[in-house]
């Protein structure tokens, strides 16, 4: 039973969110977060195995009280079939940045020692620049950028953070509403 | 004059059992043959290039159309109809601007939860995205204020479509929901196999779980309280558990507030009643709200007109929150106990496991509580006789009493709608239809044409402001087509009434742009050939409303009341519930309670 005057404090979650693979869904949901206010930090959406099912993780900061509601909130989109807040599970949890650094013959060999050392490696090589591949937290990938930079970073992306639990048992899509229970536990 | 009511009797004539047999049809034959098996027996609607195919077949079939005069009036109709009789409410519009002008009317009963279906038509398919002539996104426009809604582009997913939107609008929390149909869908032939299978939507799950644990703790709570009050809300009259909130008043003794949606599902003359809570609300239920250490919130989701500051809000007072939307838990207002569920199912399991107690410390209490405000009463105080003219709150409980409080008031929205929530008091839930989440002025017509629509022999009032009322006042002439009769009761006092009040409380009294000028309303009438009467004087309501009552067809009561009369108590925005400007007394003090000012 939560207590209701105790102050909560935001922290980082992250939802894997299974929704029907059709058009606008991803409107939907960003729409939900947009007008409810709850502030996304990176937003993934793909296909998965599953004919007609695609995944989002979703970052955001957020109470857990909050969190619980931007749980209910998800499944009330008619689209939505499953969400889970992973926050607290055993996960593996992966950034892909691609970055593109400013290297000639001269830097070359420097910049490639450091993507070796960090177990990034170079995905594409030209005269003047080459394409970094990193995987790894946020943090990872930041501490590389800040390495990068006095060779000249010429352009930078990344994937959002994708994110699986490592628990054994596959997700049940179609099973009855969870909300309730995410509440009682609160 | 049309005298008698022209709709549904082509219910009684017609063979309306759908055809089960699969055949070629067209996509606008389909949209109706779905609408005929789901119970539809009227639309509101407006006719235009994108949605032609849908009219030209309409014709086919027994359903009565309502011609509207503007889109937003086709919304409200269906809304009204929805909350009258608790069935989906039907409006058609066709793409572009006769689907924005819906927009108003879905975010309204998207905030109310009404359960309504409204079909746009849209540009071809070959020219979507394309800017064509009015080709408007309207599921893109309409995403956050409807319950959901599609688009759709070929004429075999209509049906299905069509199937699920019913479905979605009137299960779990009801809501709003659009069907865009494009005109190639409309035209184009394809199978229809009528279908009463269930509708398959993976991800739509509107039945709650089950509650063992939490209803323990509800128990306990309930056993132990001393001084509970129920908050009774809209969810009351939508799961029609009005039969069961009284036997769970009968073995609890506990006093119940209503919030404005709330008012009629639970009887206002029935002695557990304490009437409306919140920034209107009597001074006696925003304090025996404060003074709780128990409040059972009955599907009601704690809006801020309702709790005033949230912080100060019931701060003594345990929770318990029954509520069929997870969502709503702790959205506003945090909780102990978390009940998700159908209200009347709730109170179905709690009641035969609570033991019958009387609490009548907490009774006396209240009453004392009670009696001390009642002096500023308007109706049992000061008002009639004070030489200040006809007083709005007066003309309204006048109308409780001229119409034996057994007649469905659709309000607008403004003072008159909250002088209405405390002067007229409501027995029978689905008898008051106004719009609170939204607070949409020109409300109040169109959702009384759609009521009728619901009640044709029902007696129906429309009380509206000058201001509201000019928003929607060419419906007037839908009466007059439909041949139906309604009571209208314009509150005329020549300002934007509410505003003007928030002017003089907390502008220094500087009304900007809110003397209005209001055309004739008795020559409005009679120009949309209906009847029409002014009122100056209290000697003249009685005689005028019942020369309305009379009447065959519809009637315009322009009541010329006190101009500068403001809403009392109220809880200015902010501030505690029990932090009210109450309603000067004759000696013309303005007084707060004790508790009141402590805080």
Redesign the interface.
């Known amino acids: 039973?939560?207590q209701?005057?105790t102050v909560e404090v935001e922290s980082k979650r992250t939802f894997v969110v299974h929704?029907?693979d059709k058009?606008?869904v991803l409107?939907?949901v960003a729409?939900l977060f947009r007008?409810r206010e709850y502030n996304i930090d990176s937003l993934n959406v793909g296909r998965t195995h599953e004919v007609g099912v695609s995944r989002m993780t979703i970052v955001c900061c957020a109470t857990p009280?909050t969190a619980?509601?931007i749980e209910?909130?998800l499944?009330?989109?008619?689209?939505?079939?499953r969400v889970d807040d992973i926050t607290e599970q055993a996960q593996v949890s992966k950034n892909l940045a691609l970055l593109k650094v400013g290297a000639g013959a001269d830097t070359r060999p420097q910049v490639l020692q450091i993507l070796e050392a960090v177990g990034a490696r170079a995905v594409d090589i030209g005269p003047a620049s080459l394409v970094a591949e990193i995987t790894g937290t946020h943090e990872e990938i930041d501490r590389l950028r800040e390495v990068l930079v006095p060779f000249g970073i010429l352009e930078m992306v990344q994937t959002g953070l994708v994110a699986m639990t490592r628990a054994a048992e596959k997700p049940q899509?179609?099973t009855?509403?969870?909300?309730?229970?995410a509440?009682?536990a609160a | 004059m049309t005298a008698s009511l022209r709709r549904p009797d082509l219910r009684a004539t017609a063979d309306l059992r759908p055809d089960p047999k699969p055949r070629t049809l067209s996509g606008a034959h389909i949209l109706w043959e779905v609408l005929l098996a789901e119970g539809v027996e009227v639309v509101f609607g407006y006719p235009g290039g994108a949605i032609m195919p849908a009219y030209d077949a309409m014709a086919s079939y027994p359903i009565h159309h309502v011609l509207v005069r503007h889109e937003q009036g086709a919304s409200h109709m269906a809304d009204g109809y929805a909350r009258a009789s608790g069935e989906v409410g039907v409006a058609i519009a066709t793409s572009g601007p006769g689907a924005t002008n819906l927009v108003t009317g879905l975010a309204t009963a998207m905030l109310d939860s009404i359960p309504m279906v409204c079909i746009t038509g849209q540009v071809p398919s070959h020219l979507l995205g394309t800017d064509a002539f009015q080709e408007t996104d309207i599921?893109?426009v309409t995403?956050?204020i409807t319950?959901?809604n599609f688009?759709v582009t070929s004429a075999d997913e209509i049906a299905e479509t069509l199937r699920a939107a019913f479905y979605?609008a009137r299960s779990g929390r009801p809501g709003p929901v659009v069907v865009d149909i494009t005109k190639d869908a409309q035209q184009a032939e394809c199978l229809y196999t009528p279908s009463e299978a269930p509708v398959c939507?993976?991800?739509?799950?509107p039945?709650?779980?089950p509650?063992e644990?939490?209803l323990e703790?509800a128990l306990a709570l309930i056993e132990q309280a001393e001084r509970p009050v129920v908050l009774a809300g809209h969810g009351i009259v939508k799961a029609s558990a009005s039969a069961m909130l009284l036997e769970f008043v009968a073995k609890t003794d506990i006093p119940v507030a209503c919030t404005l949606l709330g008012l009629g599902g639970f009887p206002a003359s029935h002695p557990s009643a304490l009437g409306m809570m919140g920034m209107h609300g009597e001074a006696w239920v925003n304090h025996a709200i404060q003074e709780a250490d128990l409040l059972i919130a009955l599907g009601m989701r704690f809006d801020d007109r309702v709790t005033g500051n949230p912080k100060t809000f019931a701060t003594h007072a345990k929770?318990i929150h029954v509520e069929l939307?997870?969502?709503e838990?702790?959205?506003n207002v945090?909780?102990?106990?978390?009940l998700?569920g159908d209200v009347r199912e709730v109170l179905n399991t709690l009641v035969p496991r609570l033991t019958a107690r009387k609490r009548t410390a907490w009774s006396a209490r209240v009453e004392a509580i009670r009696t001390d405000s009642l002096g500023g009463d308007i109706v049992h105080g000061q008002t009639e006789d004070q030489n200040h003219g006809l007083h709005p709150a007066t003309v309204i409980h006048d109308l409780y009493r001229l119409t034996g409080g057994d007649a469905i008031i659709v309000t607008d929205v403004g003072q008159h709608q909250m002088w209405e929530a405390q002067y007229y008091p409501h027995d029978k839930p689905r008898t008051l239809l106004t719009s609170g989440g939204l607070g949409t002025m020109g409300f109040a017509l169109p959702a009384a044409i759609g009521a009728r629509f619901a009640h044709p022999d029902k007696e129906i009032w429309v009380i509206a402001g000058d201001g509201g009322f000019q928003m929607t006042a060419p419906e007037l002439s839908t009466c007059l087509q439909e041949g139906i009769k309604l009571h209208i009761a314009i509150i005329n006092n020549g300002f934007l009434g509410m505003v003007r009040q928030w002017q003089e409380m907390f502008y220094d009294k500087r009304y900007v742009a809110t003397p209005m000028i209001a055309p004739d309303f008795v020559k409005l009438a009679e120009a949309h050939g209906l009847q029409g009467a002014r009122v100056t004087d209290r000697a003249g309501v009685e005689p005028a409303v019942r020369a309305a009552q009379a009447f065959s067809g519809t009637t315009v009561i322009d009541f010329r009341v006190t101009e500068e009369a403001c809403v009392y108590p109220m809880v200015a925005s902010g501030r505690a519930l029990d932090d009210m400007i109450r309603r000067p007394r004759p000696a013309a003090e303005t007084t707060k309670t004790s508790e009141g000012d402590k805080k």
């Open positions: 039973m939560t209701p005057q929704v029907e058009p606008g409107n939907r729409s007008r009280s619980r509601r209910a909130n499944y009330k989109l008619v689209n939505v079939l899509l179609h009855a509403l969870r909300t309730a229970t509440f009682d | 599921t893109g995403l956050p319950k959901h688009l979605i939507l993976p991800g739509y799950r039945e709650p779980p509650l644990r939490e703790a929770k939307d997870p969502a838990i702790g959205k945090p909780v102990d106990v978390a998700v």
